[in-house]
């Protein structure tokens, strides 16, 4: 049975617990890589058996063929997006710093901050 899963900011299709394909960002910017990761996973079928490469393809024709207005909106969502995540990291970061406690605890913390942060980057 195939599906789809996001593995460390990438769409992966899942094939018996092995990973059979990946849907790499690459020099895409962010807001056509969602955009393009949403059209595969509304156009994906768990009995998929074609071609991932030519289902990447034609996500990319449906980024592309996105007016121009439309691409900048989707662009203005996805940096806002970004913009959110920095801000809301560094507030919960210079918090965590004031806490008293455990360093290896707070460190832990702070990878996990981080972590999340750098999903919108």
């Not at 990761?37 to 071609?51: E, Q």
């Not at 996105?66 to 801000?87: C, F, G, H, K």
């Not at 970061?93 to 990878?111: D, I, M, W």
Request: aromatic share 10%; net charge negative; with cysteine.
């Amino acid at each position: 049975m195939n599906y789809l899963e996001t593995i460390e900011n990438e769409l992966h299709i899942i094939c018996d617990g092995e990973i059979i394909h990946v849907f790499e960002r690459g020099t895409l910017s962010r807001a056509a890589y969602k955009h393009m990761c949403a059209w595969v996973i509304t156009n994906f079928s768990i009995k998929f058996k074609g071609d991932s490469e030519d289902l990447w393809r034609q996500a990319g024709e449906a980024w592309e063929s996105l007016s121009l207005p439309n691409q900048t909106a989707i662009w203005s969502l996805v940096n806002y997006e970004r913009q959110s995540a920095m801000d809301i990291s560094q507030g919960l970061l210079a918090t965590l710093h004031g806490y008293q406690g455990s360093a290896a605890v707070k460190r832990e913390f702070s990878k996990a901050i981080q972590r999340v942060r750098n999903t919108f980057e």
